[in-house]
């Protein structure tokens, strides 16, 4: 069946600091859905990505799709405490169809 | 934005009996509802799936005899956890897919029913 993997499980982040969390599918993707889950709370959608090679933008957070459209990364720059929490990749095969999530990167952010 | 509520929002039971979570639309009418479960600091597993007056699909591996899913209506599912037993212990989260409501395809998260079975 189809598998989505996110690397890294974990990421400790200096405030201020970038980092980039990586999504990857053992299937070519229709489009990929990237979710957050803050702490006790539940998913709430942030972008799709749908055209191969396509960036999106929103504030301090990039997202890009793969050319292959097998993998998608998201990278935040100068990471602030609000950004604390798990954020899920989930990719579909076809539009419409069901969501297969990452594993999620967990964020901690050190003041 | 769409919002999806969940009703209870945590439950404590006993072992044997059935609990029933209700996953509700209320702006919008959900063509489509998603069961996941999610053990803690792990990734959401989608149980099952359910359209509007259909029988549910669910995923492999997931009872459907112990897991019995209803969409009543387009804004109304139900999930019953049958002679709930402590691995059934867990938080519960449901989603709603629309069409035409946005550009994107994306699924709206209730906020999750948190499921301890004694």
């Known amino acids: 069946g189809q598998q989505v993997m996110q690397i890294p499980q974990y990421q400790h982040v200096q405030e201020g600091e970038d980092f980039t969390t990586y999504c990857n599918s053992s299937?070519?993707?229709?489009?990929i859905q990237w979710y957050k889950q803050r702490p006790g709370g539940h998913p709430v959608f942030l972008i799709q990505l749908v055209k191969s090679g396509e960036v999106k933008k929103q504030k301090r957070l990039t997202f890009q799709f793969g050319e292959a459209k097998k993998n998608s990364s998201l990278h935040i720059t100068a990471t602030q405490t609000t950004d604390v929490g798990t954020y899920f990749c989930a990719g579909q095969k076809a539009a419409g169809n069901k969501l297969t999530f990452g594993g999620g990167t967990r964020v901690l952010v050190k003041p | 934005g769409a919002v999806v509520s969940q009703h209870p929002s945590w439950v404590i039971c006993k072992s044997g009996t059935s609990v029933k979570i209700e996953c509700r639309s209320l702006d919008f009418q959900a063509t489509t509802m998603f069961w996941y479960r999610q053990f803690p600091k792990q990734s959401l597993m989608l149980m099952a799936t359910?359209?509007?007056?259909?029988?549910?699909?669910?995923e492999q591996g997931v009872e459907k005899d112990k897991f019995l899913i209803n969409h009543a209506s387009l804004t109304l599912s139900t999930l019953t956890v049958t002679s709930a037993h402590p691995e059934d212990s867990s938080f519960y989260i449901c989603?709603?897919?629309?069409?035409?409501?946005?550009?994107?395809?994306?699924?709206?998260f209730g906020p999750g029913t948190r499921l301890t079975v004694l």
């Open positions: 359910s359209n509007e007056g259909s029988k549910a699909t669910y």
């Open positions: 299937t070519t993707l229709s489009n």
């Open positions: 989603s709603a897919q629309t069409s035409g409501r946005s550009t994107y395809n994306e699924q709206f």
